[in-house]
């Protein structure tokens, strides 16, 4: 074919654009993975719990959706709550970095796996920033923010308050020196008169960037009960509440500010003990099914019982589970499951319902009579007591277990656990220790079958049951009030999976 001289001109002005726009897509999507290998990230800190830290991981979060960026959220310390919250601003599962139930190098692993794709992590502190379970502050949002070589946001209650302000600051800068405390938001804040004093002070004297003050709000869109800020699961209006913290966000913080300093965080790599190279981004362990015969393990997963771990699932799944979801509330009959999972949340709130459904509280029962294995926590250690008695009314529950739970005015247990498994049961080997925590304010009440009853864990640390006692069984069943991380106690996830399976193997 004859090509014209202008024609050849042309196609060599359209493979020359080409050759620009391809160099140019390169170079921005390797100015993108550098971003991403750097994993951008903050830590957003307090003085002291309540000093308003969920409120701002939410603005923040929820602000920088809204401008496009993709963010994934962090919780630190044993919370499910919280974590629900930062989930449903942020579109994506929120995973746990606490050092009690997970080790340095998991807690690595998990947050650079888990990171993916995003541009950003936002991590949310618990209590105060240097607060632990010692003087010395072991396992604190500080040791996580140097763990994780991260940039902490502070912020400030400034109630009541104004140079005094600068002098806490100070204090949290100089109390340790490798926590790189970038930023400050004032929180609670009077005025703009009051305002400009505590800037000016913070200013002369710590020479930390403010980068925002939150003035005192009318009204509680983030309301609470006795275990903290009502599940996102019961709110009756999520999105409301999340546009709201975006406002707040937008209004009062520096967002520009904050995006910076997350970027100019510490690069990670060279801090895997493995082989000194960060693991790929793509994905945190990897779902590999085994390839013995898929087991069935059911959830039950409500407004009712909202306490998992994503990890938790993830590491049935690689194991190679199929999670069925199913809810206590609405289902009349159990799926073709071979194992029940029943996690923790607020049986208390949900009891006339969970009452009501007898049809499923009856399938639950005579699931177990045949052998079921369950596995429950907290919430549904409740649930498969006899009753639970609110005030002068008592709701029937699945009456596997000779139990009754009240709800007291007070914590009953509050705390880290470490559980020592000292009996047979379904589960875990003798000499097993699991580390979890519990948080709960039921009491339990004897029946006088206690004598037929076994526990299996004896707790070294935290409440348990009944006088250091834990891990309550009967048949495949075992209950217990302390809550397990998988990647902490990777033998939850393996006692729960093998036991499904000799369980589905019995019945085929």
Same mark, same amino acid.
């Given at each position: 074919?004859?090509?014209?001289?202008?024609?050849? =001109?042309?196609?060599?002005?359209?493979?020359?654009?080409?050759? %620009?726009?391809? #160099?140019? @897509?390169?170079?921005?999507?390797?100015?993108?993975?550098?971003?991403?290998?750097?994993?951008?990230?903050?830590?957003?800190?307090?003085?002291?719990?309540?000093?308003?830290?969920? *409120?701002?991981?939410?603005?923040?979060?929820?602000?920088?959706?809204?401008?496009?960026?993709?963010?994934?959220?962090?919780?630190?310390?044993?919370?499910?709550?919280?974590?629900?919250?930062?989930?449903?601003?942020?579109?994506?599962?929120?995973?746990?970095?606490?050092?009690?139930? @997970?080790?340095?190098?998991?807690?690595?692993?998990?947050?650079?796996?888990?990171?993916?794709?995003?541009?950003?992590?936002? @991590?949310?502190?618990?209590?105060? !920033?240097?607060?632990?379970?010692?003087?010395?502050?072991?396992?604190?949002?500080?040791? /996580?923010?140097?763990?994780?070589?991260?940039?902490?946001?502070?912020?400030?209650?400034?109630?009541?308050?104004? =140079?005094?302000?600068?002098?806490?600051?100070?204090?949290? @800068?100089?109390?340790?020196?490798?926590?790189?405390?970038?930023?400050?938001?004032?929180?609670?804040?009077?005025?703009?008169?009051?305002?400009?004093?505590? +800037?000016?002070?913070?200013?002369?004297?710590? %020479?930390?960037?403010?980068?925002?003050?939150?003035?005192?709000?009318?009204?509680?869109?983030?309301?609470? =009960?006795?275990?903290?800020?009502?599940?996102?699961?019961?709110?009756?209006?999520?999105?409301?509440?999340?546009?709201?913290?975006?406002?707040?966000?937008?209004?009062?913080?520096? /967002?520009?500010?904050?995006?910076?300093?997350?970027?100019?965080?510490?690069? !990670?790599?060279?801090?895997?003990?493995?082989?000194?190279?960060?693991?790929?981004?793509?994905?945190?362990?990897?779902?590999?099914?085994?390839?013995?015969?898929?087991?069935?393990?059911?959830?039950? =997963?409500?407004?009712?019982?909202?306490?998992?771990?994503?990890?938790?699932?993830?590491?049935?799944?690689?194991?190679?589970?199929?999670?069925?979801?199913?809810?206590?509330?609405?289902?009349?009959?159990?799926?073709?499951?071979?194992?029940?999972?029943?996690?923790?949340?607020?049986?208390?709130?949900?009891?006339?319902?969970?009452?009501?459904?007898?049809?499923? +509280?009856?399938?639950? #029962?005579?699931?177990?009579?045949?052998? /079921?294995?369950?596995?429950?926590?907290?919430?549904? /250690?409740?649930?498969?007591?006899?009753?639970?008695?609110?005030?002068?009314?008592?709701?029937?529950?699945?009456?596997?277990?000779?139990?009754?739970?009240?709800?007291?005015?007070?914590?009953?247990?509050?705390?880290?656990?470490?559980?020592?498994?000292? +009996?047979?049961?379904?589960?875990?080997?003798?000499?097993?220790?699991?580390?979890?925590?519990?948080?709960?304010?039921?009491?339990?009440?004897?029946?006088?079958?206690?004598?037929?009853?076994?526990?299996?864990?004896?707790?070294?640390?935290?409440?348990?049951?009944?006088?250091?006692?834990?891990?309550?069984?009967?048949?495949?069943?075992?209950?217990?009030? *302390?809550?397990?991380?998988?990647?902490?106690?990777?033998?939850?996830?393996?006692?729960?999976?093998?036991?499904?399976?000799?369980?589905?193997?019995?019945?085929?």
């Amino acid at each position: 074919m004859y090509v014209t001289k202008s024609q050849k =001109r042309l196609l060599l002005q359209v493979v020359r654009s080409v050759i %620009k726009q391809v #160099k140019y @897509i390169a170079v921005t999507e390797f100015v993108d993975f550098l971003m991403r290998s750097n994993y951008p990230r903050i830590i957003i800190a307090g003085v002291r719990g309540g000093a308003g830290k969920t *409120t701002v991981s939410l603005g923040v979060i929820s602000a920088l959706k809204k401008q496009g960026r993709s963010i994934v959220p962090y919780k630190k310390g044993p919370d499910y709550i919280d974590a629900g919250w930062l989930s449903s601003a942020s579109g994506s599962p929120c995973y746990n970095l606490d050092a009690f139930l @997970i080790t340095k190098e998991k807690i690595l692993s998990s947050f650079i796996g888990h990171f993916g794709n995003a541009e950003c992590a936002v @991590i949310e502190g618990n209590r105060g !920033l240097y607060d632990g379970m010692d003087a010395e502050g072991t396992y604190s949002t500080a040791e /996580l923010a140097k763990t994780l070589r991260a940039p902490v946001i502070l912020v400030l209650d400034c109630t009541k308050a104004t =140079r005094t302000v600068a002098a806490m600051l100070l204090g949290m @800068i100089m109390f340790d020196p490798k926590v790189k405390i970038c930023g400050v938001v004032l929180n609670q804040v009077a005025g703009l008169r009051h305002e400009k004093v505590v +800037r000016e002070a913070i200013r002369k004297y710590c %020479k930390i960037p403010v980068v925002g003050a939150i003035p005192k709000l009318r009204g509680d869109q983030l309301s609470e =009960r006795h275990m903290g800020l009502t599940p996102f699961q019961e709110h009756p209006d999520v999105k409301k509440v999340i546009a709201y913290t975006a406002h707040i966000a937008e209004k009062y913080l520096d /967002l520009t500010m904050l995006w910076h300093m997350a970027k100019a965080a510490s690069s !990670l790599r060279g801090m895997q003990k493995n082989d000194g190279k960060c693991p790929k981004t793509k994905k945190f362990l990897p779902i590999t099914p085994s390839r013995l015969t898929a087991v069935r393990v059911g959830i039950i =997963r409500d407004s009712a019982f909202q306490f998992y771990y994503p990890e938790n699932f993830e590491e049935l799944e690689k194991r190679g589970a199929k999670l069925i979801e199913i809810s206590a509330l609405t289902a009349k009959n159990l799926p073709d499951i071979d194992a029940l999972y029943i996690g923790g949340g607020f049986p208390e709130t949900h009891a006339i319902a969970l009452a009501k459904n007898r049809a499923f +509280r009856t399938a639950v #029962k005579e699931a177990v009579d045949e052998g /079921l294995p369950v596995y429950a926590e907290c919430g549904g /250690l409740m649930y498969l007591g006899e009753a639970l008695v609110l005030g002068n009314s008592t709701y029937a529950m699945a009456g596997i277990f000779p139990l009754r739970f009240s709800l007291e005015k007070k914590p009953q247990a509050h705390g880290y656990t470490i559980a020592r498994i000292e +009996r047979a049961n379904p589960f875990y080997k003798r000499g097993t220790v699991l580390k979890g925590h519990e948080f709960h304010y039921s009491a339990v009440s004897l029946s006088k079958k206690r004598s037929k009853m076994q526990f299996a864990f004896k707790m070294e640390r935290g409440e348990g049951i009944t006088a250091q006692q834990d891990g309550i069984c009967f048949k495949n069943v075992l209950a217990t009030y *302390t809550h397990l991380h998988a990647l902490g106690s990777p033998e939850w996830a393996e006692g729960m999976v093998q036991v499904a399976r000799k369980y589905g193997k019995s019945r085929r």
